[in-house]
């Protein structure tokens, strides 16, 4: 393979920075608290939580969405339900047993699934016979996978996430990456490794339980 | 063979070859296969992802919408105090007890306002400069209490008959960071306990807006009277 590292390094799958949050919810000197300390202020119920929770988890929650229902208008009526829906519903969360985006995505699946359901509802009542029902369970999880590990990939800091792009997107061997960025082999390897480890336990601790 | 190691393995998800060793030994053991199996399926995911699907912020009107169907009065809200860099045990038991006492900040109709005056030190006062045509004035005191900093905000001739309400918020020197304490009512003093793990110092600005049903949750940008507290 010739490697033209001008072209190659372009990815169209490279998000335009991360999208800020026009017009969200305004935290008194919430700097960045982690996840952990979001939960908790949602847990306890002051507004600042669900504030903190949606800065924060709006857009995966959003995105899952608009991937899963595909109209813009649905699935901002979707994220506007899931987090009223969560908020009204806070005491049914218990961090010991998951983590708050883990719990968020889950009833996004589930709203998910209503919106597919009252669609087929819907083409039953006209067409007067049975339609195949939309396969949304499956179709959302896979959704939910990509939606989480796009955010992580995000998240790696350089040259971490570079690497991980050229060996997803572009199939380049550890080597080949070794060559294209001038970084030694063996560290390429270890970032492979702990990059590919991260994505994994992303998976394992916000994704669709198995 | 010892099992391979997670380099070998993360190469092997990744559809490189490695050495014979590895192969061989991996087709046979059932551990280091799982292993792959698992990793074998984040790449199949992350080589599923299309632009789309990195995560994008929702328009503002959720944001919106999401206040207005709880019924959430808006402002800036302040997390509550919650104790979090002591660990998780910790963190909820302190969140429990602030809970339990009332400490309450965020948006107008969740703010603590005592109908009493307290009795605390007096640690710092604000004159309350008009900043509007009504040429209003007024006063803020900050005390010190048992159960933390209270903000007495005192407006006299307030008037009654107004489109919206007041708003009474804490912000830094630069007005760049504001807390909405809660609604001031009219004609009335009004006495906020003050989120505890806030500095006043730091928050040394007190403003009272007139804030509309709007369903915004920043300050109106109206501010009726501001002044900064002194000591
Ligand atoms: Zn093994």
């Known amino acids: 393979m010739t490697i033209q590292s001008g072209a190659l390094l372009v990815d169209e799958r490279l998000p335009a920075a991360s999208v800020p949050v026009t017009a969200g ?8 608290p982690d996840d952990d300390e979001i939960a908790a202020q949602f847990a306890l119920g002051g507004d600042a939580g ?4 949606y ?3 709006s857009p995966l929650v959003h995105t899952v969405a608009l991937r899963a229902v595909g109209s813009p208008d649905d699935a901002a009526d979707v994220t506007q339900a899931v987090f009223v829906a969560a908020w009204r519903g806070r005491n049914g969360f218990d961090p010991a047993k998951g983590s708050l985006p883990g719990w968020l ?4 699946r589930r709203r998910v699934a209503d919106h597919w359901e009252a669609r087929s509802r819907e083409a039953r009542r006209i067409a007067a016979l049975g339609e195949p029902d939309h396969d949304s369970g499956s179709a959302a999880d896979s959704v939910v996978d990509r939606v989480l590990l796009a955010d992580e990939l995000a998240r790696l800091g350089e040259p971490q996430r570079r690497i991980m792009e050229l060996a997803f ?10 060559g294209v960025l001038d970084l030694p082999l063996g560290t390429v390897k270890s970032h492979i490794r702990r990059s590919l480890d991260r994505l994994r336990t992303r998976l394992e601790v916000d994704g669709v339980a198995q | 063979m010892s099992h391979s190691d997670d380099e070998a393995l993360a190469l092997l998800a990744l559809g490189e070859s490695v050495s014979r060793a590895d192969e061989a030994h991996v087709a046979g053991c059932p551990r280091c296969q799982s292993r792959l199996d698992q990793l074998s399926a984040v790449v199949s995911s992350a080589r599923a992802i299309e632009p789309a699907d990195y995560p994008t912020a929702p328009p503002p009107a959720v944001w919106r919408g999401i206040t207005t169907e709880l019924g959430m009065a808006g ?3 302040a997390p509550l105090p919650t104790g979090a860099r002591s660990g998780r045990r910790r963190m909820w038991a302190v969140a429990s007890v602030a809970a339990a006492i009332g400490l309450i900040v965020g948006g107008a109709g969740v703010a603590t306002v005592l109908d009493r005056q307290p009795e605390a030190t007096v640690v710092a006062t604000a004159e309350l400069g008009a900043m509007s045509e009504a040429g209003l004035t007024g006063t803020a005191v900050l005390h010190r209490g048992d159960a933390g900093n209270l903000l007495t905000v005192s407006i006299p001739g307030l008037p009654g008959d107004v489109d919206g309400y007041y708003e009474v918020w804490m912000a830094t020197a630069d007005a760049g960071t504001m807390i909405a304490l809660g609604t001031l009512a009219p004609g009335a003093e009004a006495t906020f306990t003050l989120p505890g793990g806030l500095d006043p110092a730091a928050f040394p600005v007190v403003d009272v807006s007139h804030e509309h049903f709007d369903g915004d949750p920043e300050h109106s940008a109206e501010s009726l009277v501001r002044g900064q507290l002194q000591a």
């Open chain 1, 25 to 32: 919810p305004q935290v008194a000197g919430a700097g960045a």
């Open chain 1, 50 to 53: 669900l504030a903190l929770a």
């Open chain 1, 55 to 57: 800065q924060r988890w």
């Open chain 1, 105 to 108: 995505l889950t009833i996004a």
């Open chain 1, 169 to 178: 997107f572009q199939d380049l061997t550890h080597a080949q990456i070794s």
């Open chain 2, 75 to 77: 402002g800036v809200v």
